[in-house]
């Protein structure tokens, strides 16, 4: 590794306390990556209007969900185990204080959105439920305890935490707006009936809320400045890059006049 790189990277990162750590976090970041390349593949996880596109029905007995309750139980264990830690760790300073209350204010958007924004048309599968449920929940207390367990090391030289606090911001607030975009297309329509979106960034990227998700990671990640939320945050990215592409694809196949310059993601890049 080139010791240049690992000098900036002793900056702006806590010691790692173990070992195992390191290497969670970086199963983690292969693990993500590989559900990025299968979204982009065509196997979708079972949540999105998309994830049965060019499939089969499964032969295996499935137990459905309506589509609220479903992200309900996905959003709600990770709101949870962020809200119970400013409760449970609260002289750990600034720092967990600033992510707990970043990460729970992420997952209560999230719920508030289900309960008063989405507009929904489909159903879920439990089992997909239960495994996304755990993707968020786990990740989210592991950030929190690898933060607490990082309270006894020094402080990285650049503190970025501020610079975190403006990203994160930024981010969920974008994603937010963009989100009411989505939902505003489908208030005086069929609820089944789909258009491109307009609106916003939507007219360079068929995914901004995408981007705006990522943005929100990476503003945790320099608020916490371990090495598993710098993972976190890059794993988030490789998801939601295949995410995006799966859907302008979807896009592609259901309306023929979809605009040849909007990219997926980044605006004028990818």
Request: charged share 15%; aromatic share 16%; hydrophobic share 45%.
């Amino acid at each position: 590794m080139d010791m240049g790189f690992v000098s900036v990277l002793q900056k702006i990162v806590y010691p790692c306390p173990s070992s195992f750590i390191k290497v969670w976090s970086v199963v983690n970041l292969v693990s993500m990556a590989h559900l990025a390349i299968s979204e982009a593949r065509g196997k979708h996880l079972q949540y999105s209007k998309f994830w049965n596109v060019g499939s089969g029905k499964s032969k295996t007995k499935q137990i459905n969900l309506s589509a609220r309750t479903g992200m309900l139980m996905i959003y709600t264990p990770a709101f949870l185990v962020s809200a119970a830690s400013l409760g449970l760790f609260q002289q750990e300073g600034l720092r967990f204080l600033l992510l707990g209350s970043a990460l729970a204010l992420h997952f209560f958007k999230r719920i508030f959105e289900v309960m008063y924004v989405h507009k929904y048309s489909s159903s879920m599968v439990l089992e997909s439920v239960l495994t996304i449920s755990l993707g968020y929940a786990i990740p989210s207390g592991s950030m929190l305890y690898l933060q607490h367990l990082a309270q006894g090391f020094p402080e990285p030289q650049v503190d970025l935490k501020c610079y975190g606090i403006v990203l994160f911001l930024l981010g969920i607030s974008g994603n937010f707006y963009h989100h009411y975009l989505l939902s505003m297309l489908r208030t005086e329509r069929n609820d089944k009936e789909y258009m491109v979106p307009k609106g916003g960034l939507f007219d360079l990227v068929i995914c901004p809320h995408y981007l705006f998700e990522i943005l929100s990671f990476f503003g945790m990640s320099l608020i916490a400045q371990t090495l598993y939320a710098y993972c976190v945050a890059i794993s988030t990215t490789f998801y939601l890059m295949g995410r995006s592409y799966a859907t302008k694809r979807w896009y592609i196949s259901k309306f023929e006049d979809f605009p040849k310059n909007v990219r997926a993601l980044i605006p004028f890049v990818f």
